[in-house]
């Protein structure tokens, strides 16, 4: 079988639907090919599933901090936040997700799609046929990213569990370590202790390494609080027993044993069997793009999504996808493409504006660069901090609050470049920040942004006192 289209996405997952979307309701005929199931990593086995599991032990937690009113030993039902969870999922079926495509005019191939020449795609179905795909204009490649395994001796002989199986889990293991200190081990060890599971984090370094070091702290301390043992150490061997339990080794601290391991120390790209060698790129690479996502040395080839490394995120991968899909139609429509910074065909934010939440306890959200990043960048700024404890609306939030902010200014400009938030229920902050970071509003007129009282948006005014305090 073949057919031509206009444009060719390989991979439906978040981005990919969107780019197919984008570019569709420009008019341009699109096929989106999917191996897997129709949505992608984001809604069966990472984002929705893993919130699904944290939400209901941050209710419960959050809502025993308000003076003793709902008791100390009220406990979840752990089968209840599994079944929760199942409904996210959809029972890991995407039927939901194939009607919108249809409703959305997108047609849907399934099979695995690789690149098999200029603007040529070849799917093969799961029954072993093929079908060439012609791309009059673009292929776009959104097939995001996998669990990367390191090279540890005996660790891909055990099978260890990655995001996949973690957030998928119908029976939960008595036990379970997590090695890694990024996000997915950070939040998904929160959500298996408030689910009754035995857990151990084993992280070689700080806790969540790419945001202000006070967040990985409070996070650190809050996660031993709830019982979490927390190793800083790398394995130098994984073995499992006849038994099913799991054993990680190291030089020089005693071994740890559990009922399962979990592997969540970052990403690799799906590329690896994509056909890039007809690009002359290496297969398994990240596939870099300019700021339309088009891949450098490429006339038709797009990349978006996890699978260009900008922001393995899917908020941010989904603005990329809206920037993508205008760039191709517009191309394809014969209109002028605007390269500026800031315009609808330009995916600016990855560069200094990407927002991210970490599901945590306490949470973190935070915007733009660390202090650590604007030192980095060589920029003249400010940095200033609050306890986050200290405003009226926290403590009504919760006894006892914990948290912390702070807000980097770029002094030349008078603009704050990066925000940071620690704290419960912190998530719902950021976008403000993400307002005044891409605004570049400046600290003189964000003075007459009032924020409610008594909400925990009055931090906005202690940041600006304090800076206008010079502390
Ligand atoms: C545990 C976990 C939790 C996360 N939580 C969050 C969160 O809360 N918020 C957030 O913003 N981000 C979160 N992320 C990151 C988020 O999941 C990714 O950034 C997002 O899924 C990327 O979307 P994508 O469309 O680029 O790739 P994916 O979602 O990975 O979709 C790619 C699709 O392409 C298909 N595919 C791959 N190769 C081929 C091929 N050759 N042919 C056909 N189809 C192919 C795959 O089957 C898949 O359906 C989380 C990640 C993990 C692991
Ligand atoms: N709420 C969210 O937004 C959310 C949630 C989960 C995941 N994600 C995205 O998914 C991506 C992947 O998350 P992740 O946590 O897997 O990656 P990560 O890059 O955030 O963290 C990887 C961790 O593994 C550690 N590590 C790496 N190699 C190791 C080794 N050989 N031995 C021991 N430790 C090692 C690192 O030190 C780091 O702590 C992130 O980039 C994140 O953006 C986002």
Redesign the pocket.
């Known amino acids: 079988m073949s057919r031509t289209v206009d444009l060719v996405v390989?991979?439906?997952?978040?981005?990919?639907?969107n780019v197919a979307d984008y570019a569709h309701q420009s008019g341009l005929s699109v096929v989106i090919?999917?191996?897997?199931?129709?949505?992608?990593?984001?809604?069966y086995?990472?984002?929705m599933p893993?919130?699904a599991l944290i939400r209901s032990g941050a209710a419960l937690r959050a809502a025993k901090r308000t003076g003793g009113a709902i008791p100390e030993d009220t406990a979840l039902d752990p089968l209840k936040v599994l079944a929760r969870r199942d409904s996210f999922t959809s029972d890991w079926s995407d039927d939901g997700q194939v009607e919108w495509l249809e409703g959305a005019g997108i047609e849907l191939v399934r099979?695995?799609?690789?690149l098999t020449g200029e603007r040529e795609v070849t799917?093969t179905a799961a029954d072993g046929s093929t079908t060439v795909l012609t791309a009059t204009h673009a292929v776009a490649v959104?097939?995001?990213?996998?669990?990367l395994l390191p090279d540890i001796p005996g660790l891909s002989a055990v099978e260890p569990w990655t995001?996949r199986e973690?957030?998928g889990v119908q029976t939960l293991p008595a036990s379970v370590a997590f090695l890694g200190g990024g996000?997915?081990a950070v939040?998904?060890a929160t959500a298996y202790r408030s689910l009754g599971v035995d857990v151990t984090l084993v992280a070689r370094s700080g806790l969540l390494g790419n945001t202000e070091p006070f967040a990985g702290e409070l996070v650190e301390s809050s996660l031993r609080e709830l019982g979490v043992t927390i190793v800083h150490a790398s394995p130098t061997a994984v073995s499992r027993a006849a038994d099913g339990a799991v054993t990680l080794e190291f030089d020089d601290r005693d071994a740890v044993t559990t009922a399962e391991l979990v592997v969540?120390t970052g990403?690799t790209p799906?590329t690896d069997?994509?056909g890039l060698e007809t690009l002359g790129l290496e297969p398994g690479v990240w596939i870099e793009v300019d700021d339309q996502l088009l891949a450098h040395g490429s006339d038709w080839l797009y990349a978006?999504?996890?699978?260009n490394h900008r922001a393995?995120?899917?908020?941010?991968?989904k603005y990329q996808a809206r920037a993508a899909g205008a760039v191709i139609a517009a191309r394809a429509n014969g209109a002028d493409v605007d390269t500026s910074p800031w315009s609808d065909h330009a995916a600016t934010a990855d560069h200094r504006a990407v927002p991210?939440?970490v599901?945590s306890e306490p949470e973190v959200a935070a915007v733009g660069l660390t202090a650590a990043q604007a030192e980095a960048a060589g920029i003249d700024h400010r940095v200033v901090d609050y306890d986050l404890g200290g405003i009226a609306g926290s403590s009504l939030h919760a006894d006892g609050y914990t948290g912390q902010a702070r807000m980097v200014v770029d002094e030349e400009r008078g603009v704050i470049i990066g925000m940071t938030f620690v704290g419960q229920d912190v998530a719902e902050l950021v976008h403000a920040a993400t307002i005044a970071v891409v605004g570049e509003v400046p600290l003189h007129r964000l003075w007459h942004a009032v924020p409610s009282y008594p909400t925990m948006s009055e931090i906005w005014l202690r940041l600006l006192e304090t800076y206008r305090s010079g502390a």
């Open positions: 390989i991979g439906a997952g978040p981005v990919g639907e090919v999917e191996s897997e199931l129709v949505g992608g990593e984001c809604s086995w990472a984002c893993s919130k099979g695995h799609g690789r799917v959104c097939t995001g990213s996998a669990a995001s973690a957030t996000v997915v939040e998904l969540a990403r799906r069997d994509l978006v999504g996890d699978v393995l995120l899917t908020h941010q991968g991210q939440v599901f």
